[in-house]
């Protein structure tokens, strides 16, 4: 089992940045799976974006890319999520998930293809 803590939400003005930070403890982050999902009020969980360290290969959801940027610190043991001209619609809690399921299987935007997750960290941008 792996215990994920996220940290680095807050409040934003429209445009700005935010740079999320989930620090793993308990297995190497270079040995399983690692998604980052987010919750708005009154909305079910939403994919963001997922990455696969073997693999080499990370998707984010479409109205992210380019804007959202994944990255993984293993000395750290700590994944990223670098977030730029962040928009209304961004406002929600995002979580980071762990699992180790084939993607194959359960795709990596299915919240059922990860075990693990985050207590969550705020995000909002202000209007």
């Known amino acids: 089992q792996v215990q994920l803590v996220e940290s680095g939400g807050g409040l934003v003005q429209i445009g700005g940045s935010l740079r999320l930070s989930c620090a793993a403890s308990?297995?190497?982050?270079?040995?399983?799976?690692q998604g980052w999902f987010r919750q708005a009020p009154g909305k079910e969980r939403e994919f963001v974006v997922g990455?696969?360290?073997?693999?080499?290969?990370?998707y984010y959801e479409e109205s992210v890319r380019g804007r959202f940027t994944f990255s993984r610190d293993y000395a750290k043991n700590t994944v990223y999520l670098q977030m730029r001209n962040l928009k209304p619609e961004d406002t929600a809690i995002y979580y980071c998930a762990g699992g180790t399921r084939d993607w194959g299987t359960v795709t990596y935007d299915d919240p059922a293809a990860y075990d693990d997750w985050g207590q969550g960290t705020q995000v909002t941008v202000s209007t």
């Open positions: 990455s696969n360290p073997t693999l080499g290969s990370t």
């Open positions: 308990g297995r190497s982050v270079s040995t399983f799976n």
